[in-house]
T-cell receptor
């Protein structure tokens, strides 16, 4: 069974601060996806990383996939109140786990003005 | 382009009734996935389908749950004889291919069993 440990579970910061969310596993994933989910809505895809060591930037968000494709991080620079929400990482594996996503527990981010 | 469509958005059923949840994938997507989000829990995979085929149903409960994705029309997740423990948000996602491609989620169906 593949597991993704996401940390921290809760994060409360002031506007302008930086933060990092981590996703770790003992399993290798063929790709890893980051989502943001608002209450009452479905997860919205932020980025997909597929290559070990890959770094992708989306405005103030930086995503990194570990060299061994077992871990990933999301870094937000100069957080804003609009960044508040639930952030989810999800790994897609190979072999018998073909296709399906394994989700982390999520990080609830609150950015105070 | 329209995103993944799910209906109904909210569904209330009494114990023992049947629930049918529908999902229309994004245009051009032929792969559909169903996930369940129980209260205070994370998203869990249920089933992966392509047109007229079930590829992986390893996350589906053994009884009362079934899924299909016919040649024409939406994918259907069917829950027979619902129980209170089935109350959850059910999400559908679609992708243009299988492994290695991004999955895009619909808004979900919130099922409440009374």
């Amino acid at each position: 069974t593949q597991l993704l440990e996401q940390s921290p579970q809760f994060l409360s910061i002031q506007e302008g601060e930086n933060l990092t969310v981590y996703c770790n596993s003992s399993s290798v994933f063929s790709s890893l996806q980051w989502y943001r989910q608002e209450p009452g809505e479905g997860p919205v895809l932020l980025v997909t990383v597929v290559t070990g060591g890959e770094v992708k930037k989306l405005k103030r968000l930086t995503f990194q996939f570990g060299d061994a494709r077992k871990d990933s991080s999301l870094h937000i620079t100069a957080a804003q109140p609009g960044d508040t929400g639930l952030y989810l990482c999800a790994g897609q594996g190979g072999g018998t786990s073909y296709g399906k996503l394994t989700f982390g527990q999520g990080t609830i981010l609150t950015v105070h003005p | 382009n329209a995103g993944v469509m799910q209906n109904p958005r909210h569904l209330v059923r009494r114990r023992g009734q049947e629930a049918r949840l529908r999902c229309s994938p994004m245009k051009g997507h032929s792969h559909v996935y169903w996930y369940r989000q129980l209260p205070e829990e994370g998203l869990k995979f249920m089933v992966y389908l392509q047109k007229e085929n079930i590829i992986d149903e390893s996350g589906m409960p053994k009884e009362r749950f079934s899924a299909e994705f016919p040649k024409e029309g939406p994918s259907i997740l069917r829950i027979q004889q619902v129980v209170r423990g089935d109350s959850a948000a059910y999400f559908c996602a679609s992708s243009p291919a299988g492994q290695g491609t991004s999955q895009y989620f619909g808004p979900g169906t919130r099922l409440l069993v009374l």
